[in-house]
């Protein structure tokens, strides 16, 4: 591995736990305010001293986080599509030189296997891949999931492993029921989502399970910027994911 991904890849993923806490607030490029991010720089300003990484898009990234601030970014590359249509039929919006240009860490694009357009977003993670090896540029994955696919070991196993021979760096993915077998399966780091809003207690608990099991970080958007308190939630994500604190001890931190 050269050594401008080497080091890129761990900017994201500290070398120090070989964990990460990834914050996502990309939401709004298929759904618009999402709530929470109606305006994201304020959101997102108070979270950003206990992120390891910051995941979203290269118009937000521009207009709304100072170019001064030495976050890690996770730059979303793909969309195309809104909540109005068939997400999986996402294309690359960003060129691997503008993304080079904003400095991020890696960029990311999601993968829809067994979705209409499967072949259409695989094909995209390998042309990305081509592109971020040429300049020591990780890729994640993110093995999004549409309504009709369980979240199960076989499924997201299938996934994580699919982005991973066609070059990911990184993959993120959901968590699941015996979700070792998913990390066992894939010869890169996995880091989970969020998902959606769950009360905070079980959001701690399923980083927690997470990380046991083998992830290495999480990606977290919602549960923490849609938290009655966003500061404390993500400082509590970040005991239980790089202190190793349980999620009750965690959960004082609310």
């Known amino acids: ?27 709004g490029y298929f759904q618009g305010p999402t709530t929470g991010l109606e305006r994201p720089g304020e959101t997102v300003a108070p979270l950003l001293p206990y992120a390891d ?11 709304c986080v100072d170019a001064t601030n030495r976050i890690p970014i996770v730059l979303r590359v793909t969309g195309g599509t809104s909540i109005l249509s068939e997400l999986s039929n996402e294309d690359l919006t960003v060129s691997m030189e503008d993304a080079v240009r904003l ?16 072949r259409q977003t ?40 699919i982005a991973a021979e066609l070059g990911a760096r990184i993959v993120k993915t959901y968590y699941c029921d015996d979700f070792e077998e998913v990390v066992n399966g894939c010869p890169v780091p996995v880091v989970i989502a969020g998902g959606k809003k ?6 701690l608990e399923l980083a927690d399970n997470a990380i046991s099991r083998g992830a290495v970080g999480v990606d977290m958007g919602r549960n923490i910027f849609q938290s009655a308190n966003p500061v404390g ?14 999620p009750t001890e965690a959960f004082c931190l609310l």
């Not at 939630?233 to 349980?246: F, G, H, L, N, T």
């Open 1 to 27: 591995m050269d050594w401008g991904m080497q080091n890129r890849i761990s900017r994201i993923i500290p070398r120090e736990t070989g964990r990460a806490v990834m914050l996502a607030v990309d939401h």
């Open 53 to 63: 990484s910051l995941m979203l898009t290269r118009g937000v990234l521009r207009q």
């Open 103 to 118: 400095n991020v860490s890696a960029v990311a694009i999601s993968i829809f296997v067994g979705s209409v357009n499967e």
């Open 122 to 161: 695989l094909v995209n993670l390998a042309k990305l891949v081509d592109e971020g090896e040429k300049v020591g540029m990780p890729v994640l994955a993110v093995t999004a999931v549409g309504r009709e696919m369980t979240r199960d070991a076989r499924y997201l196993g299938l996934c994580c492993r």
């Open 198 to 203: 769950i009360d905070e207690r079980a959001a």
């Open 233 to 246: 939630m993500i400082r509590a994500v970040k005991q239980v994911v790089q202190d190793r604190k349980s």
